[in-house]
């Protein structure tokens, strides 16, 4: 995998990038859709594809416990197993672990139960490594702590030195095969916590660094202080990943703060509830106001759903509890994102991207209020 800068913006930290994979070339900023299971509820990888997605993220935890690593590897690895050819990036599982009530943290790594068996799973570095590897994503991650927030500086500078540990382990436990570790910045909310994770993790030389440890409830004001004081220790020639960070607002302002990628469940999560973005902000489908709105979605997308297809149809749909009012809502809420991403660069290549954040947050936000 090989990372290009090709433009910085003249007035803030966004980049322009091509990230160049065995199986395609990602233009950065890009955003990527979660298919955590293997699979992106409720969208086959063609629909995935026509809504111009360039990688996807799929999750180690889940797909360790369910179909197993093995049977992927058996099947020719996840691309084939689930039938998607461009570039995969998997989560190492870290976040979905320290998410559980009965974890059992050491120094080596952590006790759970499993969800549906209850027998109990030990993941460490090394395993975490192993199991990526046999799944066969083009990007994997590092095995980390994720901080609670709030959390003790104590424990926050216990747990970051830990994950500078671990990425050590999990370099160590890397073969040749052509995929790229992804090493993840912690340190909650300290500055100084940040800053040293970053610089550690830089001495490594990875192909790529990831900030973790945010969208746990500290708010976008934390958010974009996080963001501010770890990217600046990143090496300007490695693409910068922020996890699982996904509404249109915190990824416009951490893109003026130098990220490269992001990921989310927001888009299908919220289309499956019946709420959509738009250029106006979000709405909610099952309002009785949209059963004789006849317009598209948002008259400016080009996706299938907006193309061929009502406000009042899918208030219809949703009514109905028909299966449909989900695939039609995804297909435009990743259409949507996709969209934004493109326009981004754009406006980055252009030296207009505070212009263009402004304006788009401008209207997003004033319509918003109104829904």
Request: charged letters at 25%; one cysteine or more; hydrophobic letters at 40%.
């Amino acid at each position: 995998m090989e990372f290009t800068l090709l433009k910085k913006d003249k007035r803030t930290a966004a980049r322009l990038g091509i990230l160049n994979t065995s199986r395609g070339q990602i233009q950065t900023p890009i955003f990527m859709p979660v298919a955590t299971h293997g699979a992106m509820k409720p969208l086959t990888p063609a629909q995935i594809e026509e809504t111009g997605a360039q990688i996807i993220l799929s999750n180690t935890y889940h797909l360790h416990l369910q179909p197993g690593e093995g049977l992927v590897k058996k099947a020719g690895g996840l691309h084939r197993f689930m039938n998607w050819q461009k570039p995969i990036l998997t989560d190492s599982g870290g976040f979905q672990v320290f998410s559980l009530p009965n974890k059992r943290i050491t120094e080596d790594g952590v006790f759970f139960k499993h969800e549906i068996s209850g027998e109990e799973i030990y993941l460490d570095p090394a395993t975490a490594i192993r199991i990526q590897q046999d799944l066969g994503a083009d990007i994997i991650m590092a095995f980390d702590e994720c901080i609670p927030y709030p959390c003790e500086r104590g424990y926050a500078e216990q747990s970051t030195q830990k994950t500078i540990r671990w990425l050590k382990e999990c370099q160590n436990a890397m073969t040749d095969n052509g995929q790229a570790l992804f090493g993840i910045v912690q340190g909650s909310v300290f500055e100084d916590l940040r800053a040293m994770c970053a610089r550690e993790m830089r001495k490594l030389d990875l192909p790529g660094y990831a900030i973790g440890g945010v969208s746990v409830g500290e708010g976008l004001e934390l958010l974009k202080q996080v963001v501010g004081w770890t990217a600046p220790h990143l090496p300007e020639d490695k693409p910068r990943y922020l996890m699982g960070v996904g509404l249109p607002e915190d990824i416009l302002e951490s893109v003026e703060r130098g990220i490269d990628m992001f990921d989310c469940v927001i888009p299908t999560r919220y289309a499956r509830s019946a709420t959509l973005f738009t250029r106006r902000g979000r709405i909610r489908l099952t309002n009785k106001n949209y059963k004789r709105d006849f317009f598209p979605i948002d008259p400016s997308c080009d996706c299938y759903t907006c193309q061929n297809f009502t406000r009042a149809y899918l208030h219809h749909l949703f009514a109905a509890n028909e299966v449909l009012s989900a695939v039609l809502s995804a297909i435009h809420n990743v259409r949507f994102y996709l969209n934004m991403m493109a326009e981004i660069r754009d406006a980055i290549a252009n030296n207009r991207f505070l212009e263009y954040k402004q304006a788009f947050l401008a209207e997003y936000m004033a319509g918003g209020k109104k829904k």
